[in-house]
Protein backbone atom coordinates (compact mmCIF):
# COMPACT_ATOMS: atom_id res chain seq x y z
CA UNK A 1 0.00 0.00 0.00
CA UNK A 2 0.95 3.28 -0.81
CA UNK A 3 1.97 5.90 1.85
CA UNK A 4 -0.62 8.90 1.94
CA UNK A 5 -0.22 12.25 1.99
CA UNK A 6 -2.20 15.23 4.13
CA UNK A 7 -4.06 15.55 0.69
CA UNK A 8 -5.20 11.60 0.78
CA UNK A 9 -6.17 11.25 4.34
CA UNK A 10 -9.58 11.37 5.86
CA UNK A 11 -8.83 11.52 9.80
CA UNK A 12 -11.51 10.15 11.90
CA UNK A 13 -13.66 13.23 14.28
CA UNK A 14 -13.24 12.10 17.83
CA UNK A 15 -16.36 10.81 19.76
CA UNK A 16 -16.64 10.15 23.29
CA UNK A 17 -17.71 6.45 22.63
CA UNK A 18 -14.45 5.84 21.41
CA UNK A 19 -12.53 6.02 24.51
CA UNK A 20 -13.59 2.46 27.11
CA UNK A 21 -12.21 2.64 30.76
CA UNK A 22 -10.56 -0.72 31.45
CA UNK A 23 -12.59 -2.68 33.94
CA UNK A 24 -11.70 -1.70 37.81
CA UNK A 25 -9.51 1.26 35.90
CA UNK A 26 -9.94 3.73 39.40
CA UNK A 27 -8.75 0.54 41.12
CA UNK A 28 -5.82 0.16 38.93
CA UNK A 29 -4.72 3.22 39.20
CA UNK A 30 -4.93 3.03 42.69
CA UNK A 31 -2.45 0.38 42.74
CA UNK A 32 -0.29 2.14 39.91
CA UNK A 33 0.05 5.53 42.11
CA UNK A 34 1.06 3.27 45.48
CA UNK A 35 3.74 1.69 43.45
CA UNK A 36 4.85 5.38 42.10
CA UNK A 37 4.84 6.52 45.65
CA UNK A 38 7.43 3.49 46.68
CA UNK A 39 9.23 5.00 44.26
CA UNK A 40 9.49 8.42 45.57
CA UNK A 41 9.78 7.43 48.85
CA UNK A 42 12.81 5.21 48.88
CA UNK A 43 14.46 7.82 46.52
CA UNK A 44 13.88 10.63 49.05
CA UNK A 45 14.76 8.77 51.84
CA UNK A 46 17.61 7.57 50.61
CA UNK A 47 19.33 11.29 49.25
CA UNK A 48 17.06 13.23 51.73
CA UNK A 49 15.65 14.92 48.12
CA UNK A 50 12.19 14.72 45.66
CA UNK A 51 12.71 13.30 42.63
CA UNK A 52 10.44 12.34 39.65
CA UNK A 53 8.85 8.79 40.48
CA UNK A 54 9.96 8.13 36.64
CA UNK A 55 12.45 9.81 34.69
CA UNK A 56 14.56 11.38 37.52
CA UNK A 57 17.46 11.43 36.01
CA UNK A 58 17.68 14.64 33.43
CA UNK A 59 20.89 14.76 31.13
CA UNK A 60 20.03 17.98 28.73
CA UNK A 61 18.04 20.74 30.40
CA UNK A 62 17.46 22.62 26.82
CA UNK A 63 16.02 26.48 26.10
CA UNK A 64 14.97 26.81 22.43
CA UNK A 65 12.17 27.87 19.79
CA UNK A 66 9.27 26.03 18.36
CA UNK A 67 8.63 27.44 14.65
CA UNK A 68 5.14 26.10 13.34
CA UNK A 69 5.19 25.66 9.74
CA UNK A 70 3.84 27.93 6.52
CA UNK A 71 0.87 27.04 5.16
CA UNK A 72 0.11 23.96 6.96
CA UNK A 73 -3.33 21.79 5.76
CA UNK A 74 -6.69 21.91 7.62
CA UNK A 75 -6.37 18.75 9.44
CA UNK A 76 -2.75 19.44 10.57
CA UNK A 77 -3.44 23.19 11.24
CA UNK A 78 -5.42 22.43 14.65
CA UNK A 79 -4.66 23.89 18.41
CA UNK A 80 -1.10 25.10 18.88
CA UNK A 81 -0.19 24.55 15.27
CA UNK A 82 -3.38 26.34 13.86
CA UNK A 83 -1.41 29.51 13.06
CA UNK A 84 2.67 29.86 11.71
CA UNK A 85 4.36 31.36 14.91
CA UNK A 86 7.23 30.64 16.87
CA UNK A 87 7.21 29.37 20.59
CA UNK A 88 9.85 29.36 23.61
CA UNK A 89 10.07 25.85 24.94
CA UNK A 90 11.99 23.75 27.38
CA UNK A 91 13.28 20.59 26.86
CA UNK A 92 14.33 17.94 29.36
CA UNK A 93 16.55 14.86 28.16
CA UNK A 94 15.83 12.04 30.54
CA UNK A 95 16.32 8.19 31.38
CA UNK A 96 13.16 6.22 32.61
CA UNK A 97 14.24 4.73 35.54
CA UNK A 98 13.16 7.05 39.50
CA UNK A 99 16.73 6.11 41.00
CA UNK A 100 19.66 7.92 40.04
CA UNK A 101 21.76 5.46 38.11
CA UNK A 102 25.19 5.30 36.53
CA UNK A 103 24.69 5.74 32.96
CA UNK A 104 25.83 2.43 32.44
CA UNK A 105 22.56 1.19 33.36
CA UNK A 106 21.40 1.90 29.91
CA UNK A 107 17.73 1.98 30.03
CA UNK A 108 14.86 4.02 27.53
CA UNK A 109 15.51 7.79 26.74
CA UNK A 110 12.83 10.36 27.46
CA UNK A 111 12.13 14.01 26.07
CA UNK A 112 9.73 15.95 27.91
CA UNK A 113 8.91 19.95 26.09
CA UNK A 114 7.24 22.60 27.57
CA UNK A 115 6.05 24.85 25.02
CA UNK A 116 5.07 28.53 26.33
CA UNK A 117 2.83 31.67 25.30
CA UNK A 118 -0.01 28.62 24.54
CA UNK A 119 -3.41 30.67 24.11
CA UNK A 120 -7.00 28.66 24.46
CA UNK A 121 -9.67 26.57 26.34
CA UNK A 122 -7.41 25.13 29.16
CA UNK A 123 -7.72 21.61 30.76
CA UNK A 124 -8.91 21.14 33.91
CA UNK A 125 -6.74 21.86 36.73
CA UNK A 126 -4.34 24.17 34.42
CA UNK A 127 -6.81 27.11 34.15
CA UNK A 128 -4.76 30.54 34.03
CA UNK A 129 -1.74 28.89 32.72
CA UNK A 130 -0.34 29.27 29.04
CA UNK A 131 1.44 26.19 28.81
CA UNK A 132 1.70 22.64 26.63
CA UNK A 133 3.51 20.11 27.79
CA UNK A 134 4.29 16.80 25.63
CA UNK A 135 6.19 13.59 26.77
CA UNK A 136 8.14 11.63 24.87
CA UNK A 137 10.06 8.08 24.79
CA UNK A 138 12.43 6.53 22.60
CA UNK A 139 12.15 3.23 20.81
CA UNK A 140 9.18 3.49 18.32
CA UNK A 141 5.67 4.09 18.27
CA UNK A 142 4.20 1.72 20.67
CA UNK A 143 3.61 1.51 24.01
CA UNK A 144 5.42 -0.97 26.34
CA UNK A 145 1.97 -1.66 27.55
CA UNK A 146 -1.60 -1.66 26.19
CA UNK A 147 -3.30 -0.06 29.16
CA UNK A 148 -3.07 1.05 32.88
CA UNK A 149 -3.47 -2.58 34.40
CA UNK A 150 -0.73 -3.59 32.40
CA UNK A 151 1.55 -0.51 32.83
CA UNK A 152 0.09 -1.25 36.79
CA UNK A 153 1.94 -4.86 37.17
CA UNK A 154 4.95 -3.46 35.13
CA UNK A 155 5.23 -0.91 37.98
CA UNK A 156 5.03 -3.27 40.64
CA UNK A 157 7.66 -5.36 39.52
CA UNK A 158 10.76 -2.45 39.27
CA UNK A 159 9.49 -0.63 42.57
CA UNK A 160 10.92 -3.13 44.86
CA UNK A 161 14.16 -2.64 42.94
CA UNK A 162 14.55 0.84 43.46
CA UNK A 163 17.87 1.62 44.55
CA UNK A 164 18.74 -1.85 45.36
CA UNK A 165 22.41 -3.21 44.10
CA UNK A 166 23.47 -0.29 41.95
CA UNK A 167 26.68 -2.66 40.97
CA UNK A 168 24.34 -5.48 40.51
CA UNK A 169 22.08 -3.39 37.92
CA UNK A 170 25.62 -2.22 36.07
CA UNK A 171 26.84 -5.72 35.71
CA UNK A 172 23.05 -6.44 34.49
CA UNK A 173 23.19 -4.33 32.08
CA UNK A 174 25.79 -5.10 30.52
CA UNK A 175 24.68 -8.78 29.85
CA UNK A 176 21.26 -7.41 29.09
CA UNK A 177 22.79 -5.45 26.21
CA UNK A 178 24.77 -8.33 24.78
CA UNK A 179 21.28 -10.42 24.90
CA UNK A 180 19.19 -7.54 23.39
CA UNK A 181 22.11 -7.00 20.75
CA UNK A 182 21.60 -11.03 19.69
CA UNK A 183 17.75 -10.89 19.77
CA UNK A 184 18.42 -7.78 16.74
CA UNK A 185 20.46 -10.13 15.00
CA UNK A 186 18.11 -12.22 14.13
CA UNK A 187 15.37 -9.42 13.63
CA UNK A 188 13.66 -8.71 16.94
CA UNK A 189 13.83 -6.92 19.92
CA UNK A 190 12.91 -7.24 23.23
CA UNK A 191 10.93 -4.30 24.96
CA UNK A 192 11.10 -5.75 28.30
CA UNK A 193 15.00 -6.36 28.21
CA UNK A 194 15.56 -3.05 27.04
CA UNK A 195 13.27 -1.50 29.44
CA UNK A 196 15.21 -3.31 31.88
CA UNK A 197 19.02 -1.98 31.52
CA UNK A 198 19.25 -3.53 27.93
CA UNK A 199 19.16 -0.65 25.58
CA UNK A 200 21.90 -0.04 23.74
CA UNK A 201 24.42 2.14 24.59
CA UNK A 202 24.36 4.74 21.82
CA UNK A 203 24.31 8.49 22.16
CA UNK A 204 20.62 9.93 23.50
CA UNK A 205 20.68 13.30 20.59
CA UNK A 206 20.44 10.77 17.96
CA UNK A 207 16.96 9.65 18.92
CA UNK A 208 13.64 9.96 17.46
CA UNK A 209 11.12 10.25 20.36
CA UNK A 210 7.31 9.29 20.18
CA UNK A 211 4.14 9.95 22.46
CA UNK A 212 3.19 6.54 21.82
CA UNK A 213 -0.56 7.17 23.13
CA UNK A 214 -2.75 9.34 21.52
CA UNK A 215 -3.94 13.27 22.18
CA UNK A 216 -6.63 15.02 20.73
CA UNK A 217 -5.74 17.16 17.28
CA UNK A 218 -7.96 19.41 17.11
CA UNK A 219 -11.61 17.76 16.11
CA UNK A 220 -9.29 14.97 15.04
CA UNK A 221 -6.57 12.16 17.43
CA UNK A 222 -2.72 11.75 16.72
CA UNK A 223 -0.03 10.76 18.41
CA UNK A 224 2.93 12.76 17.98
CA UNK A 225 6.94 12.44 17.61
CA UNK A 226 9.59 14.28 17.29
CA UNK A 227 12.75 13.81 14.97
CA UNK A 228 16.13 14.78 14.55
CA UNK A 229 16.60 16.68 11.14
CA UNK A 230 19.56 18.55 10.96
CA UNK A 231 22.75 17.11 10.05
CA UNK A 232 24.83 16.79 13.23
CA UNK A 233 21.84 15.23 15.00
CA UNK A 234 20.76 12.68 12.65
CA UNK A 235 24.57 11.60 12.18
CA UNK A 236 24.39 10.66 16.09
CA UNK A 237 21.61 7.90 15.12
CA UNK A 238 22.70 4.62 16.27
CA UNK A 239 26.23 6.11 17.33
CA UNK A 240 27.51 3.94 20.24
CA UNK A 241 28.67 5.95 23.08
CA UNK A 242 30.76 4.11 25.49
CA UNK A 243 29.94 5.45 29.36
CA UNK A 244 31.40 2.96 31.18
CA UNK A 245 33.67 4.47 34.35
CA UNK A 246 31.38 7.97 33.11
CA UNK A 247 28.63 7.78 35.62
CA UNK A 248 26.71 10.91 33.62
CA UNK A 249 28.34 10.24 30.39
CA UNK A 250 25.24 11.15 28.47
CA UNK A 251 24.92 14.28 30.47
CA UNK A 252 28.49 15.17 29.57
CA UNK A 253 28.07 14.25 26.09
CA UNK A 254 24.72 16.38 25.61
CA UNK A 255 26.78 19.23 27.46
CA UNK A 256 29.58 18.86 25.17
CA UNK A 257 27.60 18.97 22.20
CA UNK A 258 26.07 21.62 22.62
CA UNK A 259 28.59 24.28 23.34
CA UNK A 260 29.00 25.25 20.03
CA UNK A 261 26.21 22.76 17.94
CA UNK A 262 22.67 24.54 16.56
CA UNK A 263 20.25 21.31 16.73
CA UNK A 264 17.16 20.88 14.82
CA UNK A 265 14.27 18.36 15.33
CA UNK A 266 10.90 18.19 13.65
CA UNK A 267 7.67 18.14 15.15
CA UNK A 268 5.16 15.55 13.22
CA UNK A 269 2.18 13.76 14.01
CA UNK A 270 0.22 10.64 12.77
CA UNK A 271 -3.69 11.17 12.65
CA UNK A 272 -6.15 8.23 13.44
CA UNK A 273 -8.11 7.38 10.39
CA UNK A 274 -9.28 3.90 10.89
CA UNK A 275 -9.89 2.65 14.64
CA UNK A 276 -9.55 -1.08 14.21
CA UNK A 277 -5.79 -0.70 13.14
CA UNK A 278 -5.24 2.73 15.04
CA UNK A 279 -6.50 2.04 18.99
CA UNK A 280 -7.25 4.77 21.26
CA UNK A 281 -7.41 2.31 24.22
CA UNK A 282 -4.50 -0.47 23.53
CA UNK A 283 -1.20 1.76 23.64
CA UNK A 284 1.06 -1.08 22.43
CA UNK A 285 -0.32 -0.90 18.94
CA UNK A 286 1.75 1.15 16.50
CA UNK A 287 -0.04 2.92 13.88
CA UNK A 288 0.04 1.84 10.37
CA UNK A 289 2.23 4.66 8.94
CA UNK A 290 1.11 2.94 5.43
CA UNK A 291 -2.44 4.09 6.29
CA UNK A 292 -1.25 7.01 7.97
CA UNK A 293 2.01 8.73 8.27
CA UNK A 294 4.14 11.58 10.45
CA UNK A 295 3.31 14.40 8.88
CA UNK A 296 5.76 17.62 10.11
CA UNK A 297 3.72 20.96 11.53
CA UNK A 298 6.89 22.36 13.06
CA UNK A 299 10.78 22.23 13.92
CA UNK A 300 12.52 22.94 17.00
CA UNK A 301 15.68 24.65 17.11
CA UNK A 302 18.18 24.50 20.27
CA UNK A 303 21.06 27.29 20.14
CA UNK A 304 24.47 26.65 21.58
CA UNK A 305 24.48 26.95 25.25
CA UNK A 306 25.08 25.08 28.49
CA UNK A 307 22.69 22.20 28.02
CA UNK A 308 23.03 21.20 31.90
CA UNK A 309 24.01 23.30 34.89
CA UNK A 310 22.82 23.06 39.10
CA UNK A 311 21.02 26.03 38.55
CA UNK A 312 19.11 24.87 35.51
CA UNK A 313 18.65 21.24 37.22
CA UNK A 314 16.36 23.42 40.51
CA UNK A 315 14.55 25.46 37.90
CA UNK A 316 13.39 22.57 35.49
CA UNK A 317 14.00 19.03 38.00
CA UNK A 318 12.71 20.90 41.20
CA UNK A 319 10.50 23.40 39.96
CA UNK A 320 9.09 22.20 36.83
CA UNK A 321 6.55 19.72 36.26
CA UNK A 322 5.71 18.24 32.55
CA UNK A 323 2.45 16.69 32.55
CA UNK A 324 0.89 16.21 29.01
CA UNK A 325 -2.47 17.16 31.23
CA UNK A 326 -0.60 20.42 31.09
CA UNK A 327 -2.59 22.08 28.10
CA UNK A 328 -5.88 23.71 26.18
CA UNK A 329 -8.34 20.94 25.47
CA UNK A 330 -7.28 20.81 21.93
CA UNK A 331 -4.81 18.49 22.78
CA UNK A 332 -6.73 16.25 25.42
CA UNK A 333 -5.02 13.47 26.42
CA UNK A 334 -7.05 10.15 25.62
CA UNK A 335 -6.77 6.29 26.20
CA UNK A 336 -6.50 4.11 29.01
CA UNK A 337 -2.62 5.29 29.36
CA UNK A 338 -3.13 8.66 29.75
CA UNK A 339 -6.24 8.86 31.88
CA UNK A 340 -3.92 7.15 34.85
CA UNK A 341 -0.84 9.52 33.86
CA UNK A 342 -3.17 12.40 35.01
CA UNK A 343 -3.19 11.13 38.42
CA UNK A 344 0.14 9.85 38.34
CA UNK A 345 2.14 13.01 37.40
CA UNK A 346 -0.25 15.32 39.85
CA UNK A 347 0.76 12.44 42.71
CA UNK A 348 4.30 12.78 41.79
CA UNK A 349 4.33 16.66 40.79
CA UNK A 350 3.27 17.16 44.61
CA UNK A 351 5.33 14.78 46.31
CA UNK A 352 8.32 16.43 45.32
CA UNK A 353 6.63 20.25 46.21
CA UNK A 354 5.55 18.83 49.32
CA UNK A 355 9.03 16.99 50.42
CA UNK A 356 11.36 20.20 49.04
CA UNK A 357 9.15 22.40 50.12
CA UNK A 358 8.50 24.10 47.14
CA UNK A 359 5.97 25.50 45.05
CA UNK A 360 5.23 24.14 41.41
CA UNK A 361 4.28 27.10 39.03
CA UNK A 362 3.66 27.41 35.41
CA UNK A 363 6.45 29.60 33.68
CA UNK A 364 4.61 32.72 31.89
CA UNK A 365 7.81 33.20 30.03
CA UNK A 366 11.38 32.12 30.55
CA UNK A 367 12.41 35.62 30.98
CA UNK A 368 14.24 34.02 33.51
CA UNK A 369 15.23 30.55 32.76
CA UNK A 370 18.84 30.43 33.84
CA UNK A 371 21.56 30.94 31.41
Known amino acids: MSIQTSNTLHPLIYQPSFEVPEEGEAEIITELLQSLKHISEVTFNDSGHATRSVHAKSHGLLRGEMQVLDNLPQILAQGIFAVPRSYAIVMRLSTVPGDMLDDSVSTPRGMAVKVVGVEGERLDGSAGDVTQDFVFVNGGPGFSAAGARDFSNALKLLAPTTNKAPGLKKALSAVLRGTEKVIEAFGGESATIISMGGHP ?171
Not at 210 to 239: D, R, W
Not at 254 to 261: A, G, H, L, S, T
Not at 287 to 310: F, K
Request: with cysteine; aromatic share 8%; net charge negative.
Open 201 to 371: ETHILGETFFSKTPVLFGPYMAKICIAPVSANLTELAGTELNVNGKPNGLRDAVIDFFKDNIAEWEVRVQLCTDLASMPVEDASVAWPEDLSPYLPVARIIVQPQLAWSESRSKAVDDNMSFNPWHGIAAHRPIGSIMRARKAAYDMSSKFRAAHNGLQMKEPGNLDNFPE
